[in-house]
């Protein structure tokens, strides 16, 4: 469906459906939520509902342990620039635990 869209499109898209999983979206650091965004974007966040749960919890550094219990970053044949991406969210996770 996206393939006659603008990258606006599909980023105000993904957006509104990541504000309705983290309602504290617009609340939370830049370099957080830019991390989130792409793993709204790209399905990870989706996949990761208990994540979510912690996340929305306010439990941080829990929620970055959970977000890397992903079947995609477990997988050894799985590439690096992927796990790097998984990785990029549980330390911005990690990160702003340490910040609140």
Known sequence: PWLNKTFKEAFV???????????????????????LMQAEY??????????????????????ATEFLDHAEYKNPNTPSGIKKRIEAVSLALRLYSKQT
Do not use: C, M, Q, W
Request: hydrophobic share 35%.
């Open 42 to 63: 790209r399905g990870d966040l989706g996949l990761s509902p208990k994540a979510v749960r912690l996340l929305n919890d306010g439990r941080y550094e829990a929620a």
């Open 13 to 35: 898209h993904h957006e509104n459906r990541f504000i309705k999983r983290i309602p504290e979206y617009l609340t939370l650091p830049e370099y957080l939520r830019a991390e």
